[in-house]
C-alpha cells in the first residue's frame, strides 16, 4: 500500500509508516550487578497487555528520534535521561507484523548506581503502565516481555559489555599466590558461564607489611575482573579473607 495525503488545520500531511523509538537502559547496583530499565505494559494499551518492555513509544511532530527515546524513558519510568547520550544500536525497517513499524533502537548505561534513580509512573497516561522497575539481567526470564525485547536487551547488552552477561558467575580462577619482589603477587583470572572459557583480567600484590594497602589490592583487582567479565562479587570478603591468609603462608 502507497502512501496517501490527508488535510489537516488547512495543511497537507502524509500516512506513512510509523517510527518507534525505544531504550535499552542499563546501571548497576552497589555489588556490581548490571539493570536495565522496564516497565509492565498496562490495560490502556492496545497491545501485549501485562507483559513487560523496555521503554518505547511513537515519534511525535517536532522532535528528533532520540528526544523520542528519551521522553518515553521519563514518561513511563520517571528517569530522565539526555537524548544526547543516547547511541543508536541499529534501525528495524522490516515491512513485517501488522503495523509495519520502523524502529529506532537506542541505549546507554546511567552513570552511579540504581538508587540515585527514582521510579515513577505518574508522567503517564492512565493505565498505560502498571509498574516501572530496574531488572536484574540474570532475573530477566522471570519476566514475560513483549514483542522481542528479551533478545533484544541481550543483543545489546553483549553489544555494551563485550560479551553475553546472561549466566555469569563468579571468578573461575586465583591461581596460587607466589612470591615476587615486592611480596607475593596473586593473578586473578575471570569468565563467563556462557563462553566457557578463562581469561587473564588482573593481579594483586600483597604485602604483609600493609594488610590494609594489600586488601584494597584485592578489591581493586576483584573488581577491575567483575567490570570486564561481569562477574557478581558476591563472596569478596571470603575470597579475600582466603587469598590473604594463603599469602601470609608463603610469606
Known sequence: MKNFPFQKDGKTYWYSRAIVCVSAVFCKDNNYNTYVLANQRGTATDKEVGKWNLPVGFLDFNETCA???????????????DASKLKLKNINSKPDGGSQDVGFRYY???????????ISTKNMEKNEVVVAKWINLEEIDNYTWAWNHRELIDEIATHIFGKNVFGAGEVTEIC??????????????????????TDYADCATYSQECEDTARNNFIRAYRDVSARHDIRPLKMDKILKELIEEAKRKQ
Open 108 to 118: 546507554t548505561t546511567l552513570p552511579g548506581t540504581i538508587d540515585q534513580y527514582l
Open 176 to 197: 596460587y599466590p607466589f612470591k615476587c619482589s615486592d611480596g607475593v603477587r596473586v593473578d586473578i583470572f575471570g569468565t563467563t558461564e556462557k563462553y566457557g572459557h
Open 67 to 81: 528526544q523520542c527515546a528519551a521522553r518515553e524513558v521519563f514518561e513511563e519510568t520517571g528517569v530522565r535521561i
